[in-house]
């Protein structure tokens, strides 16, 4: 068991006179038994995180703790934690079977124990019938699976995985969380899964940590980064279709206050929370926000206010739909149902609940209420 700490920690790559500041000032604790994931565009610093508490990588500044213990010189067996990574480093010539069974031969275990555990999560992990065959004859798919199946056999203190759902389609990828979720559930250690998809972050993980350009941006439960995100960039990197942003002008006073967004004809009405914030700030500029899923065509329950759009584009997603709007020179999006039809040009009421509005400092992209 592991409660596994990062301390303002750093990772600089330095070669032929160029210089990467991948990770900085990173500081997360995960608590034992803990599903965190971390989340974040490409290039944002995920690996290399991982790969540092992993030991495969130096940490140029800052400390790793596994249960208040510094690991920074440990090397990656010494560290109890295993891994599964996005390129499958399997052994090409062994089975599948041997592929998975070689960790429990490492440690010692009987021949059936080891047989009964491989073919648990073979099962687990729908590969039961290629056990018999080779890595190179496997799709990507396969290959990631085996490899994930090859970290799951283990019993470490951590497991750490990266990326290890991109090659897969979009069911057999909706099953497997299930499978990792509810593997988590059983055996309690401490997971931290990398991924660049926010539907597996939110689905798997207790908390998320949001990164962008080598800097933790907020390291929250799913309620909090959808409803109270840290900045600008976590609001528009959590949820789909993400965030709509308007640059805003603060009009009037009290209960009357309207944040009104120029070149167009909407105002909105934000609750007395927000009000009293900005009253508050005396801030005569302010950045908007609003989730596509928080217009609504329909009035909501409760108190609501409305602004005045046009369709420009209607697009069918299945069970929802998405609405492409305008307001003068701004598009924007909302969330309808896919039953009624708009055609291009369409004018349209758009409904929100004040509490809804989330007002951001339009210098420096941080969230105010
Ligand atoms: N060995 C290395 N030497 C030099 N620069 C590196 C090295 N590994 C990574 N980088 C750089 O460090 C930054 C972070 O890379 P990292 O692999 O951690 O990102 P990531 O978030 O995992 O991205 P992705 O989602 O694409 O996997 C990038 O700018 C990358 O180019
Ligand atoms: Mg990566």
Redesign the pocket.
């Known amino acids: 068991m592991a409660r596994v700490e990062l301390d303002r920690v750093n ?1 600089i ?1 330095r ?1 032929r006179g160029i210089e ?1 500041h ?2 900085r000032d990173l500081s997360l604790a995960i608590e034992d038994g803990e599903f965190v994931a971390i989340l ?10 991982l790969r540092m508490i992993v030991g495969l990588e130096d940490i140029t500044g800052g400390e790793i703790r596994f249960d208040g213990r510094r690991v920074n010189e440990l090397g990656p067996e010494a560290r109890n934690v295993a891994m599964a990574f ?1 390129t499958y480093a399997l052994y090409p010539t062994f089975t599948v079977f041997e592929n998975l069974a070689f960790p429990l031969e490492v440690r010692g275990l009987e021949r059936a124990r080891i047989e009964r555990e491989v073919r648990e999560i073979a099962r687990l992990l729908e590969i039961e019938d290629i056990l018999g065959q080779k890595p190179g004859q496997l799709s990507g798919g396969q290959q990631q699976r085996v490899s994930l199946g090859r970290a799951l056999v283990r019993e470490p203190a951590v497991f750490i995985l ?2 290890v759902m991109s090659h897969l389609d979009a069911h057999l990828k909706f099953r497997m969380l299930f499978e990792l979720k509810r593997l988590h559930q059983r055996l309690g250690r401490t997971m931290v899964y ?1 991924t ?1 998809d926010q539907v597996e972050a939110l689905a798997l993980a207790d908390r998320v940590a949001v ?1 962008s350009n ?1 800097e933790l941006q907020q390291f929250a439960d799913r309620d909090a980064l959808y409803n109270r995100p840290a900045n600008r960039f976590v609001a528009d990197f959590i949820g789909e279709p993400p965030t709509n942003f308007f640059d805003a002008r603060v009009v009037g006073e009290g209960g009357e206050v309207r944040l009104v967004v120029n070149g167009t004809g909407l105002a909105f009405r934000p609750d007395g929370q927000r009000r009293a914030v900005l009253a508050r700030s005396g801030a005569r500029e302010v950045t908007v926000g609003i989730r596509p899923q928080n217009l609504g065509i329909e009035p909501p329950d409760g108190a609501c206010e409305r602004i005045e759009a046009e369709v420009d584009i209607f697009e069918y997603l299945g069970e929802t739909a998405i609405l492409a709007l305008r307001s003068g020179e701004r598009a924007f999006r909302a969330v309808a149902s896919p039953r009624h039809r708009y055609e291009p040009g369409t004018p349209l009421s758009l409904f929100y609940r004040p509490r809804d509005v989330m007002l951001f400092d339009p210098a420096t992209g941080d969230f105010l209420a």
């Open positions: 990772k790559y070669g990467v991948a990770v974040g565009p490409s290039g944002c610093g995920k690996t290399s995180t996005e990266d990326e990398v660049h990164m080598a």
